[in-house]
């Protein structure tokens, strides 16, 4: 199985553009590497790729990774489209893959409804190409293709839902892919405001986990004067501090940690900040845009 991490930043892309903010400042100055918004290509054989998140990036990602280009026919190696929740940032390149023939979409029911009843995003795709819904289950195992199945886990949130529409259950997933020839592992959770029980279970032993990295610290936005929530208030669980992400990891036994989904304003961006370092100390990793995983 390979994977490869088409946007690694968090909505807004870094740098954001009307963000002043000491590391959007040092990435034009190019100090430090610009990002895309967030979503990552997987597939088991190299031919036929899925999308986990389209995001509104999507055109320029697909252009930035040849194993996505379509051939002569138009016809393309993707191959079907998976979200882990109804974010703007996660779903408006659906949008812009309106010039496919057809497109499979795998979410679940409350993702669904919010796209079709809240966002509209669904509705208004569907006026421009057949869309072709699979229902994602909590707990159930998808057969992706030949070589390569997933199964999506609730990821519990007490973000307010913007468009009001859907139930909590299923709002917010991760997704667990296996590699079904080798048995490999890999966890993907661009989202997450709390390491739960059930959470670290479905976490425990994989060989490589891609998660959450919106910010280093809880007030980080608040102390910027950029917002008046908390990290774990808008749904992420920090990086840093006594029981962040970076601190409650390692007892998990995971082979291969990486940090995707970052803020703009996150010192972990910027490669010679201490808090890359602390990362990097930690044998953690902070995901770029190309970045591509092999398990």
């Given at each position: 199985m390979l994977l490869r991490v088409l946007g690694s930043a968090a909505g807004g892309g870094s740098p954001q553009w009307n963000c002043g903010c000491p590391v959007c400042a040092a990435v034009r100055s190019r100090a430090g590497l610009a990002r895309t918004q967030s979503s990552v290509a997987v597939s088991a054989d190299r031919r036929r790729w899925f999308l986990i998140n389209a995001s509104p990036d999507v055109r320029g990602q697909i252009e930035a990774f040849p194993g996505l280009h379509p051939r002569e026919d138009r016809t393309t190696p993707l191959e079907a489209v998976l979200l882990t929740d109804a974010e703007l940032d996660h779903t408006l390149g659906l949008l812009l893959l309106r010039e496919a023939r057809a497109l499979r979409l795998?979410?679940?029911?409350?993702?669904?409804?919010?796209?079709?009843?809240?966002?509209?995003?669904?509705?208004?795709?569907?006026?421009?190409?057949?869309?072709?819904?699979?229902?994602?289950?909590?707990?159930?195992?998808?057969a992706l293709s030949d070589g390569l199945s997933c199964q999506a886990f609730d990821v519990p949130t007490s973000k307010r839902a913007r468009f009001g529409a859907g139930p909590d259950h299923g709002r917010v997933v991760g997704y667990r892919l296996t590699d079904e020839r080798s048995g490999g592992t890999l966890v993907y959770l661009p989202g997450v405001q709390s390491l739960t029980p059930a959470l670290r279970g479905e976490i425990q032993g994989c060989a490589c986990l891609l998660i959450d990295g919106t910010c280093w610290r809880d007030d980080e936005l608040v102390r910027l004067g950029l917002a008046g929530k908390t990290s774990r208030e808008m749904g992420h669980l920090p990086v840093g501090g006594p029981d962040g992400s970076l601190a409650q990891l390692?007892?998990?036994?995971?082979?291969?940690?990486?940090?995707?989904?970052?803020n703009n304003t996150n010192p972990i961006l910027l490669e010679d900040t201490p808090e890359r370092r602390t990362v990097e100390d930690n044998g953690m990793e902070v995901a770029m845009d190309g970045l591509e995983v092999q398990v």
């Open positions: 795998y979410t679940t029911p409350a993702v669904r409804k919010t796209l079709c009843e809240g966002s509209g995003i669904l509705r208004t795709l569907e006026r421009y190409c057949p869309v072709e819904w699979h229902a994602v289950l909590p707990g159930a195992e998808l390692p007892s998990l036994g995971v082979g291969r940690t990486v940090f995707v989904h970052m």
